[in-house]
């Protein structure tokens, strides 16, 4: 594979990947929001984290599936094991917040 379709073809993951991680945190931040388990603000900054975290663990994963030039079953089992590895990187990392940094008082949400 070039370096041009490689380049975009992570880029695409990248894209992709922060979308429907986007989408699906904001999705489960909102109804966390609502029973007054994070604050507005707290709901934003984790679906951002975990957009971006999506996003960077989509686009490394197709990016080795690329390179590796392998088969159909095989990238796609290469793609999920680099995807897999890189989101728990980024969750044990970056997008923990302890049980205190999460929740707050019900007072508390304005």
């Known amino acids: 594979m070039?370096?041009?379709?490689?380049?975009?073809t992570a880029a695409a993951g990248a894209v992709a990947g922060a979308v429907i991680?986007?989408?699906?945190?904001?999705a489960k931040q909102y109804r966390d929001f609502k029973d007054g388990k994070v604050t507005?603000?707290?709901?934003?900054?984790?679906?951002?984290?975990e957009a971006a975290g999506?996003?960077?663990?989509?686009?490394?994963g197709a990016?080795?599936?690329g390179t590796l030039?392998?088969?159909l079953f095989a990238s796609l089992a290469a793609f999920t094991v680099v995807s897999a590895g890189m989101k728990y990187l980024w969750?044990?990392?970056?997008?923990?917040c302890?049980?205190?940094?999460?929740?707050?008082?019900?007072g508390d949400l304005s």
Request: aromatic share 0%.
């Open 40 to 49: 507005k603000e707290k709901a934003a900054e984790n679906t951002v984290k």
């Open 98 to 106: 302890t049980k205190e940094e999460c929740t707050t008082e019900q």
């Open 63 to 65: 990016a080795v599936a």
């Open 54 to 60: 999506t996003g960077l663990a989509t686009a490394a």
């Open 91 to 96: 969750d044990s990392k970056v997008s923990e």
């Open 21 to 26: 991680g986007g989408a699906v945190s904001a």
């Open 69 to 71: 030039g392998l088969g």
């Open 2 to 8: 070039s370096r041009h379709v490689l380049v975009k």
